[in-house]
């Protein structure tokens, strides 16, 4: 019975998968102390916020400080990001000799107009000749399996998600994540989660599914409609963590919000005590916000620069909600 339920959802490469709700790398968003709270809550592995090799490669600290993880995220994967397949593939190799991830994952999805305008991330898609180099390069120089994440394409007009998923996965890659979105959509309302289904019919590794899932059902209709192996659930996650957890927001208690919102602070000022409470307050305020706080009740929150009385400003609105529930 044991084995049955130790038994892997799927494979990446040879590395075991168990899960099939994932948080999407995001920058700014997905740091150590949130991938290991949505590793607890139930994602099936970590992902890295973006590597800049072009930056990696002039030694910028904070960069290194993205690679830094707990060891019950693993599998753990490094994402890299650039537009020079030399340079990627020097860095991964160094990451993986130095930091020891379980994969690597390259990115090609990023819209940012400060990375496509560069060439790098989804505007990497626009040139598969790069694309081949890349995969050739990075995955000769790694021995850990090499993932990728793309869109759907530039615009309406060059959607070649089949072209570019089949050169990565041709030279190497061990699976596909993609963002059911064009460059040019961005994260706009339309979502063609069609293409994800397309996607996964014609690949021989496992599919992951992006794109504006935001509850347990939408997850479950990506499931359903596309067939694909994992659901990465991004920006949804910052106020519903639980989504991992198979839970909408509404079915989660008061108490364990709280709770979470001050253990993932206390974990963030272990990780970096002099700048902790800055990054924290977009999860707080994501957090509260369906408790439709009073304007300046939010904003003592909001701008507490001090971790004591943070802490003891959130009891106290704990401590009021709580009252006004019983009462």
């Known amino acids: 019975m044991a084995d049955i339920e130790n038994k892997p959802d799927f494979y990446i490469g040879d590395i075991p998968i168990h ?11 997905s740091d150590a102390t949130f991938r290991r709270i949505t590793r607890q809550l139930g994602s099936a592995y970590s992902v890295s916020e973006f590597i ?64 496509a305008g560069r060439g790098a991330g989804s505007a990497c898609m626009k040139n598969p000749e790069l694309v081949k180099q890349i995969f050739e390069q990075v995955c000769k120089a790694v021995s850990i399996p090499v993932t990728v994440k793309i869109r759907l394409g530039w615009d309406d007009n060059s959607m070649n998600y089949l072209e570019i998923a089949s050169i990565a996965v041709e030279r190497g890659a061990k699976a596909v994540a993609m963002h059911a979105r064009t460059t040019k959509m961005a994260f706009g309302k339309t979502v063609r989660w069609e293409h994800i289904g ?23 209709r990506m499931f359903e409609e596309t067939g694909c192996d994992a659901v990465m659930i991004g920006r949804a996650a910052k106020a519903n963590p639980w989504l ?31 700048n902790a409470i800055m990054p924290f307050r977009k999860y707080l305020k994501a957090y509260l916000e369906p408790y439709n706080l009073p304007r300046e009740e939010m904003k003592r929150l909001l701008t507490c620069s001090d971790a004591e009385s943070l802490v003891e400003l959130i009891d106290a609105v704990h401590q009021r909600l709580k009252a006004e529930t019983e009462s």
């Open 52 to 115: 800049n090799t072009l930056d990696f490669a002039y030694s910028k600290v904070y960069q290194r400080k993205r690679l830094f993880y707990h060891e019950e995220e693993r599998p753990f994967v490094a994402q890299i990001l650039d537009n020079d397949a030399g340079r990627m593939a020097e860095n991964a190799a160094y990451i993986e000799e130095r930091f020891k991830p379980d994969m690597i994952d390259v990115n090609l999805g990023c819209p940012a107009r400060t990375v």
């Open 198 to 220: 397309i996607l996964k019919r014609a690949m021989p590794v496992p599919v992951i599914g992006n794109g504006s899932v935001t509850t347990v059902a939408e997850a479950k």
């Open 244 to 274: 991992f957890s198979w839970r909408d927001r509404e079915e989660v208690p008061m108490e364990e919000v709280f709770y979470l919102a001050k253990y993932q602070l206390r974990q963030m000022l272990e990780i970096n005590p002099e």
């Open 19 to 29: 899960g099939r709700l994932i948080l999407a790398p995001m920058d700014g968003l």
